[in-house]
Every structure is written in C-alpha cells, then in structure tokens.
C-alpha cells in the first residue's frame, strides 16, 4: 500500500528493532500506531551504525546481544502488518545486513512482510541501479536520505527515485536529539519540493511538540527517532508501550486544529 500522511504533520516513528526484545518492540510499534504515529520505521541492528548517535548506537548494541538479525526484524514486520492493516511501514537499515541477507531474498521476503518501503541509510542514489531494480521488481518504495550539503544534481536524482515520501536531514551530522531544529531544514525542504511532489519528512534531532510544530510549517512530516528510543531505555520492557503512546499523543497536541 502507498504511504500517506493523512494528518499535517504526519508523524513517522523510528524503533530499534529487537531492542529490549523482539515481543516489547512490537508492542511499542502497535501502541505507537493506536497513538497516531502514521509510519513505523523499524531499524535493523548494525554493529557499525556510523550515522546514528549514541542513544541509537547503545540500543543496536543491546539488539545485537539479544541476537537480533534481519530476518527477525521482517518477522516483527510480518506481525505488525497483520494487526494494523493500514499504517505505513519501513525496514530501516544499513546496506551489510541488507547484501548478506541476499538483494534479491531481501526484497521478496520484505514485501511478503508487508512492508511498504525500504530506506538504506548508506545506500547513494548514484550507485543504487541494482538496489532500485529490485525494489520496483517487488513494488517496494525506494527511501532515500537529503541532506543539507546534497548538491541539486544529487537531490533532483533523489527525487527521480525516491517513492513514498523523502526524508529530509535537518542538519549533517549524526542523530540525536537537538534543542531546535535547524535553519536548514525549510531550505532544504523548498529544494527538495522544486524536483518532487512526494510528502516531505524531516529528521534528525526533533525530540519534542515544539520541534514538531516548526517542522509543521513548512514540511509534511517529522521523524522522531532518539527521543523515543531514549524512552524506551529508561522504561521497562512492561511499562514502555504506555510511555511511548502518551509521548507521540502528546506530540499531536498542539496541532489538533491542523488536524481537524
């Protein structure tokens, strides 16, 4: 299914998959949804994850003592799919796991998953010819990062291949959470919108309601990525759902007339 914002702003969810545990990881991403996240990105644990910062990096770390693996997180993917029929759904990965799983069994057990889209984080559009084949061969929406340094050559090939929604860098960097958004996030995003008429999500440092308000004004969606994971860190594996239900709920607040 395509992915949609049906909200202003939409609100797209990242999860480290496996991290506490495969079951609480998938009743976050169910409680997360019933809160109003429209899409659930669920990161594949890497042992070398050079964008992310550390709260992301400790929770790959606790995934991978856990033993989590690529085909785990498709399972969790499977599962979600079948609860929550409509929400949006991405496999969030760097590009080893993705070529040691294999391209090919990757995409086809992605998109048996139910997963509407794939974004490699370390995947450039430039080299991406094989990678592109196989996500049309299967139907699965090619996601690709724009930064803020990314020449207009590189973003008008970013917008040529990217489908479901691009996800706009609010400043270089790693992740994590950030006390405002960056300057360069509405620059970045009116570039991005001369090439491409796909919704237009921005990430990377917006932790909080007034992060997600600022992003309202001038893109389609705000990705919350560290802050989430961070709660989920200081919460139990019980408590967790609930914690991350009333945080996105509480995200949503201020815009209740946007939304209407």
């Known amino acids: 299914m395509p992915i949609r914002f049906d909200r202003k702003p939409g609100l797209v969810v990242y999860l480290t998959a496996g991290d506490p545990s495969l079951d609480a990881t998938r009743a976050i991403a169910l409680a997360a949804i019933d809160a109003g996240a429209d899409v659930i990105e669920l990161g594949v644990p890497f042992s070398d994850p050079l964008g992310d910062g550390p709260v992301i990096q400790r929770a790959m770390e606790r995934a991978l003592a856990h033993g989590t693996r690529l085909k785990d997180v498709l399972g969790i993917a499977r599962d979600i799919r079948a609860a929550r029929r409509a929400a949006g759904l991405v496999i969030f990965s760097y590009l080893n796991p993705i070529l040691r799983y294999g391209l090919k069994r990757f995409a086809d057990d992605a998109k048996a998953a139910g997963v509407d889209g794939v974004l490699a984080t370390d995947m450039i ?21 724009a930064a803020p ?20 860098i609010s400043r270089t960097g790693i992740t994590g959470t950030q006390a405002a958004v960056a300057g360069d996030a509405a620059a970045l995003v009116a570039r991005i919108r001369r ?38 860190e200081r919460a139990t594996p019980e408590t967790a759902p609930d914690a991350v239900a009333r945080f996105i709920k509480g995200l949503r607040l201020p815009h209740a007339a946007l939304a209407r």
């Open 125 to 145: 559009v430039e080299e991406a010819g094989e990678y592109l084949a196989e996500m049309s061969r299967v139907g699965l929406a090619p996601i690709f990062l």
């Open 195 to 232: 090439w491409s008429r796909l919704p237009v999500a921005v990430g990377f440092g917006i932790s909080n309601a007034e992060h997600v308000a600022q992003v309202a004004e001038f893109a389609d969606a705000a990705v919350i990525g560290s802050a989430i994971v961070e709660l989920i």
């Open 149 to 168: 340094t990314s020449p207009d050559a590189r973003l008008e090939a970013i917008a040529t291949h990217t489908k479901g929604f691009v996800y706009a």
